[in-house]
Every structure is written in structure tokens, then in C-alpha cells.
């Protein structure tokens, strides 16, 4: 099949290179427009533009996929379908009707659970037993339409959002060429999803990553795996940001927020128990062992997270 890929950030690299290692021939790429980054916040291309150009393909950087001339050129491409990865914008239905087999998104969840941006942070954070990833054919309401196929992965107590977002990139870039080999074979099908069981997964902010010391150690131990590596679970300390990277939940208990110092290593009262640090970065200085931070402040009785 004649395939433009559409996709942004890094997550959809896995499935831009395995589209392209495929038996279809990928026509182009369309991706999100330049974006300012780095220290100088120079225009830089996206992850997949940068990825396509060095692949000397066609890369179409639309403000919005519905601009006249991005539907122009996509109407000249003649796509058989376009594979959909992470791509960062809602597409018009008048965008979705123009390839003969429509856009197939591979999506990072299980649909209808985990609908939205931050899927797989969301997995996590609620403390799923399992997530996984799925092709389905892309519809008008945001990841609505009916599934192709789906994968399933295990969400273990230690599992990160990205450890296991990095994972799902891998193993759904198989899954998205084996839905377009089936598609081609013209044996592909499409179960509309239930009406119950839809639950909303929405970009996760960084006040989302803001630690409440009252809520249960098993809660915010998922709050922080589920953020990492971005935005990064965060409190302050002596009014400053500082962020957990790590922790776990321990025995024993303490006021909320309380740190409890030994060598041993730092712990921090929650509502139900201790939460025991892990690598921590304070304000201004590089990710460390929280026993390592320890041992260069000098703390009263009453220090506190905040």
C-alpha cells in the first residue's frame, strides 16, 4: 500500500522505522511544525520530521492538518492509508476520508479504557494490573473508532511510564505493520468498541506531579512512577522544588511530609505509612541518592515536604 505516516514525538520512531522496513511503500510524513527547544529555544524539526528527512522522505508540517495546502498535497500523494502515531493534532474527518482505507492510530492503551494524550501515565497512576497498546481506524471523536487489534502488557509495583511507554513504542510498531499487512490482505477487522468502560486520559501537567503528602504511600509511589521521566514527581523543600524520581512504599508511620532521617537512607510520612526515598534532585542540582542529600544538609526536628 501507498502509506503516508503521520507521528511527532520520539514514542512514534519505532513505528516510523518499522513502517518503512515494510512491504508498503511509504509516500511521506506528516508531523507537528518546528518547535522551539534547547537552551537557545531555536526552531528545531520534530523527533519523526528530523527521522523522515534523514530517510529522504516528503515531510509535511502543517500548522493544522485541515490547512488547504496540507490537504492539497495529501490529496495528490493518493495514500492507500495513513498509520497514525502520536501525531499531537485532531484531524478533520474531510483529512480522514481522503486515503481509500482511512488513518489507522496505534494508540497506547486498551481501548475504550484510557482514552486521550497520557494514556500510558494514566495506567499507571490508577494502578492498572495490565495496559497494552491497539490499532484502530481513526474517527471524528477523539480515539473513538472501532479496533483492529490489540496487545497487552503487565504493569509490575517498579514499572515507570516510561519504562513502559518505551516498550509499548517497540512492540506496537509490530502490531501497527501487522493491522497494515492485514488491511492490504483485505482481512483486517474492526470491532467498534463498548460503550461502557471509557475512561479519559488526559496530558498530564506539572501540577499533576505535585506530591500531597496526605494521600496513602501506594498512591503517590504510582503518582511518581507514573510521571517519570516527565514531568517528574515534585514537593518543596525550605520552599524550594525538589523532585523524586524514586521511592517506595515502607512499614512504620510519621506526620505527613515528615522526613525521617538515618543512615540508612530518607523516608517521608504519608497518610498511611512511610515512603522511602530513592533518587531525588534537589533545586539547581543534578538527580542523586536521597542518603547521599542527606549527609550535606544539616536538618531540624521538624523538617518537612511540602
Not at 68 to 83: F, G, I, K, W, Y
Not at 167 to 185: K, P
Request: hydrophobic share 40%; with cysteine.
Amino acid at each position: 500500500m501507498r502509506l503516508v505516516f503521520a507521528g511527532t514525538p520520539e514514542v512514534a520512531l519505532p513505528s516510523l522505522e518499522a513502517v518503512v522496513a515494510s512491504d508498503h511503500d511509504v509516500v511521506a510524513v506528516i508531523t507537528r511544525p518546528d518547535a522551539p527547544a534547547g537552551r537557545g529555544r531555536s526552531l528545531r524539526p520534530s523527533p519523526v520530521g528530523e527521522r523522515a528527512a534523514e530517510l529522504g522522505l516528503e515531510v509535511l508540517k502543517p500548522t493544522k492538518p485541515g490547512d488547504a495546502d496540507a490537504v492539497a498535497r495529501l490529496t495528490e500523494l493518493r495514500p492507500d492509508c495513513c498509520p497514525v502515531v502520536a501525531y499531537g493534532a485532531l484531524v478533520p474527518q474531510r483529512v480522514i476520508d481522503i486515503p481509500t482505507h482511512g488513518w489507522v492510530n496505534l494508540h497506547f492503551s486498551l481501548l475504550p479504557r484510557w482514552r486521550g494524550a497520557a494514556p500510558v501515565q494514566h495506567a499507571v497512576m490508577a494502578g492498572d494490573a495490565e495496559t497494552g497498546a491497539c490499532t484502530f481506524s481513526l474517527v471524528k471523536a477523539m480515539d473513538a473508532g472501532p479496533v483492529y487489534d490489540t496487545i497487552t502488557a503487565p504493569i509490575d509495583r517498579d514499572t515507570t511510564a516510561g519504562d513502559l511507554l518505551e516498550s509499548l513504542a517497540h512492540d506496537g510498531a509490530q502490531l501497527l505493520v501487522r493491522t497494515l499487512d492485514a488491511i492490504d490482505a483485505g482481512t483486517a477487522v474492526a470491532t467498534d468498541q463498548p460503550a461502557d468502560g471509557v475512561t479519559m486520559a488526559p496530558k498530564i501537567t506539572v501540577e499533576d506531579a505535585r506530591v500531597d503528602w496526605h494521600r496513602t504511600a501506594v498512591e503517590i509511589d504510582r503518582q511518581l512512577r507514573g510521571c517519570s521521566p516527565f514531568p517528574g514527581g515534585w514537593t518543596t523543600f525550605r520552599d524550594a522544588r525538589f523532585k523524586i524520581n524514586s521511592a517506595r512504599p515502607t512499614g512504620g508511620a510519621a506526620t505527613p511530609g515528615k522526613l525521617i532521617v538515618a543512615k540508612s537512607g530518607v523516608a517521608v510520612g504519608t497518610g498511611d505509612g512511610l515512603l522511602e526515598l530513592g533518587t531525588i534532585q534537589p533545586q539547581g542540582k543534578k538527580a542523586m541518592a536521597a542518603a547521599d542529600w542527606a549527609r550535606g544538609v544539616q536538618f531540624s526536628d521538624d523538617e518537612a515536604l511540602v
